[in-house]
T-cell receptor, first 112, second 113 residues
């Protein structure tokens, strides 16, 4: 089956630092999504990417759809304590009703 | 706007007891529906998905089953729970026009004791 490798597994950073995480796929994807999950809640969609090379921002968050269509990264600038959570990448390799494939998540801890 | 709700939010069940988690979506028609499980601190495992009433696809063999009796209702069940069924269960939906973007419910914590 399809595999998504998400890294790093966890990060401990100081408040104000920038954060970068990425996902790579063994196959080409048509869609990349990034979600954030806070403790005890369902994941919330942060950014959706639909075209190779696409760079999209949502506040301090920026994500890019890799040109090879096999990778994506998420950057968070000037981290704050409320950025704490688990960040998941997800991808889909064709349109229609195929379920998304999720990465295993990056657990972000921000030290004030 | 579309909303998704699942319940109960938390439950503690003894081994061997039955399970029923319910999920409903409002504000859309014929959504794709999903059940995921998340073990503590781990990733998301797709259990079931449905593209229509009575149409259920199972992703992993397990002690659980799913049903979709109505267009916007998705139920996760078990006849006899195992300890390994403990976890955080998430219902999700996506628009029928595209399976790309999934929206999650609030989650249900299940502890089997």
């Amino acid at each position: 089956g399809q595999q998504l490798n998400q890294s790093p597994q966890s990060m401990f950073i100081q408040e104000g630092e920038d954060v970068s995480m990425n996902c790579t796929s063994s196959s080409i994807f048509n869609t990349w999504l990034w979600y954030k999950q806070e403790p005890g809640e369902g994941p919330v969609l942060l950014i959706a990417l639909y075209k190779a090379g696409e760079l999209t921002s949502n506040g301090r968050l920026t994500a890019q759809f890799g040109i090879t269509r096999k990778d994506s990264f998420l950057n968070i600038s000037a981290s704050i304590p409320s950025d704490v959570g688990i960040y998941f990448c997800a991808g889909q390799n064709r349109s229609g009703n195929t379920p998304l494939v999720f990465g295993k998540g990056t657990r972000l801890s921000v030290i004030a | 706007s579309q909303t998704i709700h699942q319940w109960p939010a938390t439950l503690v069940q003894p081994v061997g007891s039955p399970l029923s988690l319910e999920c409903t979506v409002e504000g859309t028609s014929n959504p794709n529906l999903y059940w995921y499980r998340q073990a503590a601190g781990r990733g998301l495992q797709l259990l079931f998905y449905s593209v229509g009433i009575g149409q259920i696809s199972s992703e992993v063999p397990q002690n659980l089953s799913a049903s979709r009796p109505q267009d916007r209702q998705f139920i996760l069940s078990s006849k006899k729970l195992l300890l390994s069924d403990s976890g955080f269960y998430l219902c999700a939906w996506s628009p029928v026009s595209s399976g790309n973007t999934i929206y999650f419910g609030e989650g249900s914590w299940l502890t089997v004791v």
